[in-house]
């Protein structure tokens, strides 16, 4: 299977504190993405990242990928009580189907 | 607000019960998806629509039934559900740009 599998299950930082979320799969991939969900809603999409890119940004987001390593981490800097919210990881096999598999997720809690 | 929209947002039937999800988008896009989403359980794939043709059916057990009228709907049609049923279902829709857009989900609850 190339299910990405988050690191931590379960995350708690304070209000202006850094929070990394690290995401690892098994199989070679077109494309890796981040999704956040609120508690009982649906996912948002917060960004992907191709495999031939290292580095992406995007507002407080920064997204990085080691294809070697097979695995990807997502950090929010000065994070905010509104970012909490569980964070998933998703792929899509090279030579695949292309669909996206989910890992299980973390779950980010920001104290104020 | 993600242009995906689902209902009902809250759903509890009978196990003998046959109700019917909703799933409606108009972003354009020509791919749908049902998911399930139990808890602490990755998501899980059930359905995937291109173009209005049924492309993937993940081994779900035939008391779901999805239906793709056109590229802008799909539903999921449950019939004689169990206990275990209960989750979130979520619908989502995607375009050219491989970027998934979720609706909130339908929380079913089958007593």
């Known amino acids: 299977s190339q299910q990405g599998e988050e690191d931590p299950q379960a995350l708690s930082i304070q209000e202006g504190e850094n929070a990394t979320m690290n995401c690892s799969y098994k199989t070679s991939i077109n494309n890796l993405q981040w999704y956040r969900q609120n508690s009982g809603r649906g996912l948002v999409h917060l960004i992907l990242i191709r495999s031939n890119e290292r580095e992406k940004h995007s507002g407080r987001l920064r997204v990085t990928l080691d294809t070697s390593k097979k695995s990807s981490s997502l950090l929010i800097t000065a994070s905010r009580a509104a970012d909490t919210a569980s964070y998933f990881c998703a792929t899509d096999a090279r030579g695949g189907s292309e669909k996206l598999v989910f890992g299980k997720g973390t779950k980010l809690t920001v104290n104020p | 607000e993600t242009g995906v929209t689902q209902t009902p947002r809250h759903l509890v039937m009978g196990m003998t019960n046959k109700k019917s999800l909703k799933c409606e988008q108009h972003l354009g896009h020509n791919a749908m998806y049902w998911y399930k989403q139990s808890a602490k359980k990755p998501l899980e794939l059930m359905f995937v629509?291109?173009?209005?043709?049924?492309?993937e059916n993940n081994s779900v057990p035939s008391r779901f039934s999805p239906e793709c009228p056109n590229s802008s709907h799909l539903f999921l049609h449950l019939h004689t559900l169990q206990p275990e049923d209960s989750a979130l279902y979520l619908c989502?829709?995607?375009?050219?740009?491989?970027?998934?857009?979720f609706g909130s989900g339908t929380q079913l609850s089958v007593l």
């Open positions: 989502a829709s995607q375009g050219n740009n491989e970027k998934l857009f």
């Open positions: 629509y291109n173009f209005k043709e049924q492309t």
